[in-house]
């Protein structure tokens, strides 16, 4: 067996550890679909709308993108009017976003440096690695069912650091919804439409 092979065995038992102890529920299980589904994306595509909230400032974006995991992130800003069409490239391993010369005024996150405008691959990074502290089926009696998974530093409590919110599509395990917080204050918001993905599980 191959390195990624023992890769994917080993990860759902670590997710196993840090939903909850005990028997296997069925949020867990489907956690582990997840991170399974994750791990073999090779490219997704969609639209978001994007709140960043710094208190005294709020920045609202929508914009389109493509995500390829071992080539480019193109992000195309539809919203606001102002920047709509302005398109951005993030080259692997890249971080900082230059819109073609102009420039959109967010803001770090926190001390890396993490923007609003990074937030996709950063969503995509927790829903593929990240530390998975809590999981849970949620969804009203006659609506489709959405996990949420709940991602933060194993080594902090709720509240601390940075933490990461994923609500995925019970069925699809499309990406629904993410949040980011910094010290239990939420900073980014996003919220997706029109998800396609490549390489998962179909």
């Known amino acids: 067996m191959g390195r990624k092979g023992c890769l994917l065995m080993i990860l759902p038992l670590l ?6 102890g005990g028997r296997v529920s069925e ?3 489907l956690t582990n ?14 639209s978001a709308s ?3 909230d710094y208190g005294l400032r709020v920045y609202d974006y929508a914009l389109d993108f493509s995500y390829e995991r071992e080539g480019e992130t193109v992000l195309t800003l539809t919203a606001p009017e102002n920047v709509a ?19 959109v005024e ?10 609003p405008l990074d937030a996709i691959p950063a969503l995509l990074g927790y829903a593929r690695e990240g530390f998975v502290a809590e ?10 069912e959405k996990l949420h998974l709940i991602c933060r530093d194993p080594e902090k409590g709720p509240g601390e650091g940075l933490e990461c919110d994923l609500w995925l599509d019970g069925e699809s395990l499309a990406l629904l919804r ?13 919220e997706f439409s029109n998800w396609s993905m490549t390489g998962a599980e179909e």
């Open 15 to 20: 997710l196993l550890s840090a939903c909850a």
């Open 27 to 29: 949020a867990e299980t």
């Open 33 to 46: 679909r997840a991170r399974t589904a994750y791990l073999e994306l090779t490219a997704c595509s969609g």
């Open 50 to 52: 994007i709140t960043a």
């Open 85 to 103: 069409g302005v398109t951005a490239t993030i080259a692997q391993g890249e971080t900082g976003l230059a819109f073609d010369g102009v420039a």
């Open 106 to 115: 967010t803001g770090p996150v926190d001390p890396s440096g993490l923007s």
């Open 135 to 144: 999981c849970a089926l949620e969804g009203e009696e006659g609506q489709p």
């Open 178 to 190: 993410g949040e980011l917080s910094q010290d239990g204050l939420t900073v980014i918001q996003c």
